[in-house]
């Protein structure tokens, strides 16, 4: 049996200092996630809005786990 999780983190920005910043705070996070058991499934994007001015691109991870 196994455990699944979805995660929404932010993956792109069009300012590269931005971009540099959010992709760094993710990576961090899914390494403490993978420390913790999680494993990674796969990786979707969400479709950017163009109705405001935020540039973030968000992706959602899904990881599993096996319970002990």
Do not use: C
Not at 48 to 54: A, P, Q, R, T
């Amino acid at each position: 049996m196994l455990i699944f999780k979805d995660i929404l983190l932010v993956t792109h920005n069009s300012s590269w200092w931005k971009q540099k910043k959010y992709r760094h705070e993710s990576a961090i996070f899914l390494a403490k996630q993978r420390n913790l058991g999680w494993r990674f499934i796969k990786k979707d994007l969400l479709e950017k809005s163009y109705l405001n001015k935020d540039t973030r691109t968000f992706s959602i991870y899904y990881l599993k786990k096996r319970p002990r």
